[in-house]
């Protein structure tokens, strides 16, 4: 996580946490989904390494690309490292 400095939450789940961070040498804009899986019951962590391994195989111009994951903080949470969305195209279908 040392590669990345937190700029903001973008948004909060039952499970975690997604962050707007820049990523420390090339300075580029990245969405960090944080994930807490150390008391998280055994299928929800499947569930998430399920997520992980889709995200690294679809590559779709309508799909956030996916850039790396690895575990953070002593096995205590998972984090999905994306690319950041820069449209409003999700906010404009929901009005």
Known sequence: MARY???RVLGEGSFGKVYLM???DERQLVCVKVIKIKNIPRKEREAC???VDLLRRLNHPNIVGYRE???H???ESLCIVMQVCRCHCVTLALR
Do not use: G, P, Y
């Open 5 to 7: 400095e937190q700029i």
């Open 22 to 24: 820049r990523q420390r």
């Open 49 to 51: 390494k399920m997520e």
């Open 69 to 71: 994951s690895f575990v």
């Open 73 to 75: 903080s002593n096995k």
